[in-house]
């Protein structure tokens, strides 16, 4: 059982930044890989990032290579994405999710997940 809290969202402007964080529960943080989603309105819901629970191996969606990264503090059994000069079609509701042992780079399966949290993005 994870439970999984996203913060951070908000207004941010084309060209700026913003960092995501997801806070879990429990002690056994390091056995789960964490992973990025987001689902704009109409949209289905969109992998982004996933980072192994040692925080060795990362996997990046295309789109968002070289502008966002996904990292974790274990100690403070936390995820972050940093979005760095965010597009306004990227517009979402982000979520962060958790599984035990997954690969990074298989996409879905995740079987736990946050409420999400709303990012805009404006010119």
């Known amino acids: 059982q994870v439970r999984l809290v996203e913060s951070g969202g908000g207004l941010v402007q084309a060209g700026g930044s913003l960092r995501l964080s997801c806070a879990a529960s429990?002690?056994?943080?390091?056995?789960?890989?964490m992973g990025w989603f987001r689902q704009a309105p109409g949209k289905e819901r969109e992998f982004i990032a996933a980072?192994?629970?040692?925080?060795?191996?990362?996997h990046y969606a295309d789109s968002v290579k070289g502008r966002f990264t996904i990292s974790r503090d274990n100690a403070k059994n936390t995820v972050y994405l940093q979005m760095n000069s965010p597009k306004a079609e990227e517009k979402a509701v982000y979520y962060c999710?958790?599984?035990?042992?997954?690969?990074?780079?298989?996409?879905?399966?995740?079987?736990?997940w946050g409420q999400g949290t709303q990012v805009t993005v404006s010119s």
């Open positions: 999710a958790a599984d035990r042992w997954i690969p990074v780079e298989v996409r879905t399966g995740y079987d736990y």
């Open positions: 429990g002690r056994t943080f390091g056995s789960y890989t």
């Open positions: 980072i192994s629970g040692s925080g060795g191996a990362t």
